[in-house]
């Protein structure tokens, strides 16, 4: 757990003590690299921009900045009950659950009021935690709005605004919503502002340079990137030796926890089924699973109850599953960008992990677009005779009727899938 740690301590920082009691208490001693790097920036009350994906610690770089401005500035203290004096932005309700889940264990001592807004479920109770008064506001910026935009609070005392995972919100468009509600905080001078962001693009440094204060960038060395402990091969499979290979490499590496990263709903599905057939306790996790389930879903793959998650780009945006010992890129994502975030799920702050991407007929192409973006050449491995096991059958999947297209035939009736839907190049 050491690997991706640096030589800095929490301590080494001039941190309120009641910080440094909560930090303690939930194992954080030794710095991240970008915890080293940015921490003592923003603790001077300097604005920050920093490159680094999930997992690279960023959480607590942010939120021990955050929470220290609140508890050594006491004039802000003179804020109103409907006035957060901090605002931190996230793409989905998945981050902004983890990042309330880790400023509850952070700031234990701190007495700062935490209040989470993110959109789908929750409305009443969110709004009445919200009018009972937060220090500290974390959410999701369309629900944000809703509320703000109901006066449930407003923003003239947020002296620390944090956006986090700001590429994701730009992809997922809420840079408007952003916008928004940055000029509805006090001035950039007048707050400190920090931005968390996969990759440092043109658009993301043009949001900074508009909205905050001289913000000093901080990137991790490109070492840190694809996390130097993540064991990266590639396979290139026919497309019908897929299954079989992934299946192979389940039955010899017996991974423990491991994400299989599918490039469409469609064939999530499919190899969802595969994967119950044999034996595999897999919860599939695609775009159109309704958000209570996915939460359900997530929490179980995390207590263990599933051992393997099979997710879509889109669904697993923003999630935060820990300890994840294998990714399987069954389909090769489009993007470098794509790749270092899907195989980022492993390896997260020191642990090791092993990714594993098949380059099939239909996505073997996109592989020279991820090795460049990533700088090295993934390990070729062979698909031997032994790592292709015979598959037992998949599981039938319940086809839900659409609602409003009432079906003749007789309820519950499976229909037989087509086999030969996956047309091959
Ligand atoms: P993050 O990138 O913020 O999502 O953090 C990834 C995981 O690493 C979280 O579970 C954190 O609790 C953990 N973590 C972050 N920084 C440290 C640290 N300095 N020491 C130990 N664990 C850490």
Redesign the pocket.
């Known amino acids: 757990?050491n690997h991706h740690?640096t030589q800095t301590r929490?301590k080494d920082f001039d941190i309120d003590p009641r910080l440094i009691k909560g930090l303690d208490e939930?194992?954080?001693?030794?710095?991240?690299p970008?915890?080293a790097q940015s921490i003592p920036i923003s603790l001077g009350g300097k604005d920050v921009i920093g490159e680094?994906?999930?997992?690279?610690?960023?959480?607590?770089?942010f939120m021990v900045a955050c929470m220290n401005h609140l508890l050594t500035n006491p004039e802000h203290e003179k804020h109103q009950k409907n006035q957060p004096r901090t605002l931190i932005l996230a793409p989905t309700r998945e981050l902004a659950i983890?990042i309330h889940k880790?400023a509850v264990?952070i700031g234990k001592y701190t007495g700062l009021v935490l209040g989470l807004a993110y959109g789908g479920t929750d409305y009443d109770k969110q709004r009445r935690a919200l009018e009972q008064g937060v220090d500290i506001l974390i959410g999701t910026p369309g629900r944000i709005i809703d509320f703000f935009k109901q006066k449930i609070f407003n923003l003239k005392a947020c002296h620390v605004l944090v956006l986090d995972e700001a590429d994701r919100m730009f992809d997922l468009g809420f840079i408007d919503d952003i916008r928004y509600l940055i000029k509805r905080c006090p001035e950039p001078d007048k707050r400190l502002s920090m931005l968390f962001s996969a990759t440092l693009s043109h658009r993301i440094t043009e949001l900074a340079y508009v909205y905050m204060n001289e913000p000093a960038e901080v990137r991790i060395e490109a070492e840190y990137r694809t996390a130097d402990k993540i064991e990266q091969s590639i396979y290139y499979p026919a497309n019908e030796e897929k299954i079989p290979l992934l299946l192979g490499l389940m039955k010899k590496l017996k991974p423990t926890r491991s994400i299989v990263f599918i490039n469409t709903k469609r064939v999530a599905e499919k190899v969802y089924a595969w994967l119950e057939g044999n034996g595999y306790k897999t919860a599939l996790l695609s775009g159109d699973v309704p958000q209570r389930k996915r939460q359900s879903l997530l929490k179980k793959f995390k207590d263990g109850e599933y051992s393997t998650l099979v997710a879509t780009d889109v669904a697993a945006r923003g999630l935060?599953i820990?300890e994840v010992s294998h990714v399987f890129n069954f389909d090769l994502p489009q993007s470098g960008e794509d790749y270092v975030h899907r195989i980022g799920r492993t390896a997260?702050?020191?642990a090791s992990g092993f990714a594993i991407s098949f380059a099939c007929e239909d996505f073997a192409h996109y592989i020279m677009d991820i090795e460049e973006y990533i700088d090295q050449k993934i390990g070729r491995q062979p698909v031997t005779s032994d790592l292709l096991i015979k598959p037992e059958p998949p599981i039938k999947l319940e086809r839900k009727p659409k609602p409003k297209r009432p079906r003749s035939g007789k309820p519950g009736g499976n229909r037989s899938q087509n086999r030969n839907t996956n047309h091959r190049r």
Do not use: N, S, V, W
């Not at 939930?26 to 991240?32: I, L, Q, R, S």
């Not at 999930?54 to 959480?59: I, N, R, V």
């Open positions: 757990m740690l929490f939930a194992g954080y001693e030794f710095c991240t970008i915890q680094a994906q999930t997992g690279t610690g960023k959480t607590a770089a983890q880790d264990a935060h820990p997260r702050a020191g």
